[in-house]
């Protein structure tokens, strides 16, 4: 079975601030995907970034960045410089390649950037 | 703007009513998940349909349906509704059934009363 575990429930920084957001993953399958979401005040989903379990090159777009560890089973987010808008809760999510593209979603990370 | 269109945005009802939710998914899209959100159980995965099939079921309760129809319109029936019912549901789309993302729409938040 598929579990996604997000360990922090609030994190708050001051703005300009760097903050990681850590996710660990189990699942049996060899070929799964994970995923990034955030989720304003306002409540909708927003998605992040997809990662499939065969690609490990880490990623930076923009002020996001992403370090996708096999190994240890995690898929850490980074925001640098962190701004009020960033403000949100932010979710990792897995889907199994045989799971037909259901997520498996974490608790959420609660992110308050304080101006 | 996802593009997924959900209906209605907020909604206050009853105990042991039935409510219905409307999901348009995102032009071209043939899959529609349906997930609920609660304080308690967090983001659940409930259903999903694929061009109109069933495809896969979570922790759907028995009170709960949906259906995918032609035009790849979605609905998700909640009858008997109990207090514990009241959640944000969302529903989701993807292009395909399997190795794809999905984009969510803004959710509906059911409020039972």
């Known amino acids: 079975a598929q579990k996604v575990t997000q360990a922090q429930t609030e994190i708050s920084v001051v703005e300009k601030e760097d903050v990681t957001l850590d996710c660990v993953y189990e699942?049996?399958?060899?070929?799964?995907?994970l995923f990034w979401y955030k989720q304003p005040p306002s409540g909708e989903l927003v998605f992040l970034i997809r990662?499939?379990?065969?690609?490990?090159q880490n990623e930076i777009s923009g002020r996001y960045s992403w370090n996708f560890q096999k190994s240890t089973s995690s898929f850490n987010f980074t925001i640098t410089a962190s701004q009020v808008v960033d403000s949100a809760v932010y979710f990792c999510?897995?889907?199994?390649?045989?799971?037909?593209?259901?997520?498996?979603f974490g608790k959420g990370n609660q992110v308050v950037v304080i101006p | 703007d996802s593009g997924v269109t959900q209906t209605p945005k907020h909604l206050i009802t009853a105990t042991g009513q039935r409510v219905t939710l409307r999901c348009s998914p995102r032009?071209?899209?043939?899959?529609v998940y349906w997930y609920q959100q609660s304080l308690d159980q967090g983001l659940q995965f409930l259903i999903q349909?694929?061009?109109?099939?069933?495809?896969a079921k979570g922790n759907i309760l028995e009170r709960f349906s949906a259906q995918q129809f032609p035009d790849l319109h979605s609905e998700l029936n909640l009858s008997s509704l109990e207090l514990g019912d009241s959640a944000l549901y969302f529903c989701?789309?993807?292009?395909?059934?399997?190795?794809?993302?999905?984009?969510f729409g803004q959710g509906t938040r059911l409020t039972v009363v």
């Open positions: 032009s071209g899209d043939l899959s």
């Open positions: 990662r499939n379990s065969f690609d490990e």
């Open positions: 999510a897995l889907s199994e390649a045989n799971g037909n593209n259901r997520l498996a």
């Open positions: 349909y694929y061009n109109g099939e069933e495809r």
């Open positions: 699942t049996r399958d060899t070929t799964y995907y």
């Open positions: 989701a789309s993807s292009l395909e059934d399997h190795n794809t993302e999905a984009f």
